[in-house]
């Protein structure tokens, strides 16, 4: 939960004086993300949501993403559209931070993930990597392959404190994955989410209505957003692989774009990889943040087991897909 | 900013499914109020706020303000409404919570507050305490004048550290305010907020549009209702007295019910107590709550200034009134 930012309401009606969406009638922070200060903002022209900028997402990185969001929703996307104000912009300033207002999705985000969640996931997966192919603009992945040796660095003095031989473990994990790891000319490369967690899918009557929170997007391969979803959705919450879950979201996805052989191929590597990043990021987090700060942690053990797991499997069929 | 407790969609829907106020379209944790869990509901059949209650409420206390509520809304006062469901019952229990869910209010809180705010507050206030007339069951200050000794000497050990001579000003104050207190039946007695700041009042388009959060709303001398109020509303953000405010918060108020004399006289001891509450409890969770817990302390030295202020006042004329 977090907003950083507030802001006045004296500042809000100045800002969306420079849009034609409407007077303020009532704004709200929401106690959701942990990355941005985010608003529900209602106006006599419907609701929005406001965006403020806050820790780790560059500023320079933001047209690349308002870009993105405005093109897949061009797309026929369900994701927030970056609403502009009357001088063509939608990336201003308030608060003293980047700011933006959107549209507002509705839909619920489902806490409890199920085997009928994942099919449309899969699918909406999909559907934005065929959308993202009308946005030619490319933003490298920082937390890609290249990332993770200095992330490790960055952990090596106190990961074992977290649990002893995490730190060799690792190692040895991005000693395998690393080499095995497909080059950018081997599989199909497009604009991908890159964060697909549950907490980023709003669902209404069992169908996806909307895509939020694109600010780990970036420009990599296809076949590694599917690993990352592989670790979202289809694991149980004690981190045991549910094949039932993998095999609705792959057939969802492939209703829309099938795989190539290589992709289905390099599938293993790509999710032990992709667990191999969230554990980092979640390790850099909990070895960095004070206990009590007004974040609340991830446990990064929580992806050890699916590491494992994805290092064990061989192919596919070892994910019984 | 809270949620302290999350609900999940399956819950959530389940809950919702005793009630006729449609179907589940989208929900939201809101980053405003430090007591409670609150999330924005918006149903097939409009907007609400659900409410999972959380520490320094009593549960035994919440059919009270609930019928407070309730009864305030049926006189016309624009405040949450609580939705009863089939069953005719609006308190419930939600993820292990006693819950209600209440009617959505538009509006913005004003985060800076000008003297234009505070007639209409006056007169939001007065018609709060003309509708309270229809709700007859009591409920005792326990944040009142009976309280504060007790404050004291949990503060005592502590309290020092946060002002040198804090404690001794406080004796003294207490020594001076005590005694001078209104008996309970020198002064118009009746429903009161008792928590009436600028972040719960909601206004549009210059007027007020909703009052919430009655969770320290008591029955108590209304007059001392006005005084919170002078403290919350009157002073600047360094704590210097502001007239202008004082005189149209008082003229807002006697628009829709004049004071008694007795009231008139009182003000100066029953704002002082009022600053005395605020500067006691804010001081208890700054000497018991952790630095760096998940909540924001409020500073008690706010209220310092405000104490000595009103201790130097011999009358009305002292604010300027």
Partial sequence: MAVYTDVSDGALRAFLSLYDIGDLTAYRGIAEGVENSNFVLRT??????????????????????????????????????????????ALRTLAGRPAAIT??????????????H?????????????????????????????????????????????????MAELDAALAEIL??????????????????????????????????????????????????CLNAWCFDADGTFDAARGRALIAGYESVRPLTDAERRALPVLAAGAATRFLLTRLYDWVNTPAGAMVTRKDPLDYLKRLRFHRAARNMASYGL
């Avoid at 806050?54 to 320079?60: K, N, Q």
């Avoid at 999705?105 to 489902?110: M, N, R």
């Avoid at 999909?126 to 660095?153: I, K, S, T, Y």
């Fill in 118 to 166: 994942c099919a449309p996931v899969g699918a909406a997966l999909a559907a934005l990597h065929m959308a993202g192919q009308g946005f030619g603009a490319e933003r490298a992945n920082a937390l890609g392959p290249d990332a993770w040796p200095g992330l490790v660095a960055a952990c090596r003095a106190d990961g074992d404190s977290v649990q002893p031989g995490l």
């Fill in 179 to 228: 080499p095995a790891w497909p080059a950018r000319d081997d599989l199909p490369r497009g604009q991908i989410h890159a964060d697909l967690f549950p907490d980023n899918v709003f669902f209404l009557d069992g169908a996806v209505s909307g895509i939020i929170d694109f600010y780990f997007a970036c420009t990599d391969l296809l076949a590694y957003d599917i690993a990352i």
């Fill in 103 to 116: 549209t507002f999705l509705p839909g619920v985000w489902p806490r409890e993930v199920r085997v009928a």
């Fill in 44 to 89: 006599t022209g419907g609701d929005f949501i406001l965006t403020l900028y806050e820790r780790r997402v560059d500023p320079a990185d933001l047209p690349w993403f308002l870009g993105l969001m405005g093109c897949l929703s061009d797309h026929g996307l369900s994701c927030p559209r970056p609403v502009v104000a009357r001088d063509g912009q």
